[in-house]
């Protein structure tokens, strides 16, 4: 750890993409690429520079938005030296799959049943390209494949679509993407204003982090400086499982409603149960100056928002648990893949459809692995050690409490609604870094 610094955010050099919001409605697409040769690799690099946009140039308006990402196996097959390399932290280096027993990634979430090419060494580059909508993204992808035509040596080897709807509905029907933290300098605001801002050295690396220091930065400083870590999870949900179970333990639709908005910690319009405990409110839900102004300190049995709902656990704000919530912040960038299944409709039709979760922070084991282990996976940090995340933990047969007076309910055997088809843990670089990679002359 190295002395406190009081400098102020690089904001023409981190990628907007790590720290700006989403404009919604939007379509989206990650593309992943096989670098077969450091040269083209570097070429590629070259020809997207200019195409990406830092936080200060940053227009919410432009027709079409980039953001770029390696993992550790594309940083290596673009040539970044050893003693570079080296100077990632572990988890960075060993890639997600490997990461499997710690994120609880087993059984269908396991590695060997990933989607191909997730979890493999292939894995190099990810390309996020968004636009307004699927004419301009796909306007923008086929002069992406134009431009990049010549260039043999850069495989594109898997693509996910997604889109976000002005509603921000997720598959099981629920908004999403309502709480952000904001990042001190950063000029961009939270959505809790009970939240202090974070230090920017939790969301990007050279700067100081809640814990009054400044964190190790993968070296050369050009290189890891205003750069920050990027985990995509590509997390199929089980939404007529989810309906099915609603019905079998609910005596009617209010009670099913209320029974999935308890396991979520929100309702379907995004209104926090913190906020209307009773029924959901539809124009609560849509107010972004009050859909997150809520803390959890009024509720510590958990009588409004339980605290295993998935809300309460992924951002517990200031109940009272083991741990520092401010440690384990993220930045979530979520989006929905797939079509939804119809209103109402219990059986599954084998669509594939679900959450491209994605993750931007500067620590990859405290805030992503930590919450996905001890949060997620665990119940110890609220006091019920045999339970786990009744929305996302990806394990059957979970428990969770409902705590009510005068006796509260505990729901037994539910199953998997999440399974992770794959993933991987990337790095996103700062402009000045990726133009030092596309420089490498190794
Ligand atoms: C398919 C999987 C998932 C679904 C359907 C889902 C759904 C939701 C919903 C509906 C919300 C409430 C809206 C909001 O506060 O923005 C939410 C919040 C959140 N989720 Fe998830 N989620 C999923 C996976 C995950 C995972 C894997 C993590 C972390 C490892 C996570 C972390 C969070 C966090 C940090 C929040 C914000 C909590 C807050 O600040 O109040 N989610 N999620």
């Known amino acids: 750890m190295t002395a406190k610094s009081t400098l102020m955010l690089e904001l023409d050099d981190i990628q907007a993409g790590a720290l700006e919001p989403r404009p919604v409605p939007y ?7 096989r670098l077969d040769d450091r040269h083209a690799g570097r070429e590629l690099l070259r020809r997207l520079i200019p195409y ?12 079409v938005s980039l953001a770029v990402a390696l993992s550790f196996q594309g940083l290596k097959a673009l040539g970044v030296p050893e003693e570079s390399l080296s100077t990632f932290p572990r988890e960075f280096q060993q890639g997600m799959a490997a990461r499997a027993a710690e994120l609880g990634d087993v059984g269908e ?3 060997e049943h990933w989607e191909n090419p997730l979890g493999s060494q292939d894995v190099h580059l990810v390309v996020v390209g968004l636009a307004p909508d699927i004419a301009r993204l796909e306007a923008a992808v086929s002069y992406a494949r134009d431009a990049l035509r010549d260039l043999s040596g850069v495989v594109p080897i898997w693509r996910q679509n997604v889109h976000a709807a002005a509603d921000l509905r997720n598959m099981f029907g629920f908004a999403d993407g309502i709480g952000h933290p904001a990042v001190e300098g950063s000029g961009i605001p939270g959505t809790n204003p009970y939240e202090l801002p974070l230090k920017a050295g939790e969301f990007v690396l050279g700067y100081e982090d809640e814990t009054h220091n400044i964190s190790p930065v993968p070296q050369p400083e050009v290189l890891g400086r205003n750069g920050t870590y990027a985990v995509f999870r590509k997390l199929h949900t089980r939404v007529a499982a989810f309906r099915q179970y609603l019905r ?5 639709r209010g009670e ?14 995004g209104a926090p149960l913190a906020l209307a405990p009773d029924k959901d409110d539809p124009e609560l839900g849509a107010d972004p100056k009050r859909n997150n102004a809520f803390m959890f300190g009024d509720d510590p049995r958990g009588l409004k928002s339980p605290l295993g709902s998935h809300v309460r656990r992924a951002n517990p704000r200031d109940s009272l648990i ?10 979530r960038r979520g989006t929905n893949y797939g079509q939804p299944l119809s209103p109402g409709v219990l059986e599954d039709d084998g669509a594939d459809r679900g959450l491209l979760f994605a993750f931007v922070g500067a620590h990859l084991d405290r805030q992503f692995e930590f919450v996905q282990r001890e949060w997620v996976n665990d119940g110890k940090f609220i006091g019920a050690p045999a339970e786990k995340d ?3 933990s990806s394990s059957d047969g979970r428990e969770f409490t409902i705590p009510k007076q005068p006796i509260r309910c505990r729901l037994k055997g539910l199953p998997a609604f999440v399974v992770n088809r794959g993933g991987e843990y990337c790095f996103m670089p700062g402009l000045r870094a990726l133009r030092w990679l596309a420089d490498l002359d190794t």
């Not at 379509?27 to 690429?33: E, V």
């Open 256 to 269: 099913e409603e209320l029974l999935a908005a308890k396991i979520v910690g929100r309702w379907p319009s």
């Open 27 to 33: 379509a989206g697409i990650y593309q992943i690429l």
């Open 322 to 331: 083991i741990g520092a919530p401010r440690l384990h912040r993220m930045i």
């Open 109 to 111: 979430s396991a590695p």
């Open 248 to 252: 079998q333990r609910a005596k009617d």
């Open 52 to 63: 990406l946009n830092s936080v200060a140039s940053f227009d919410p308006k432009s027709p």
């Open 390 to 392: 009744p929305l996302v």
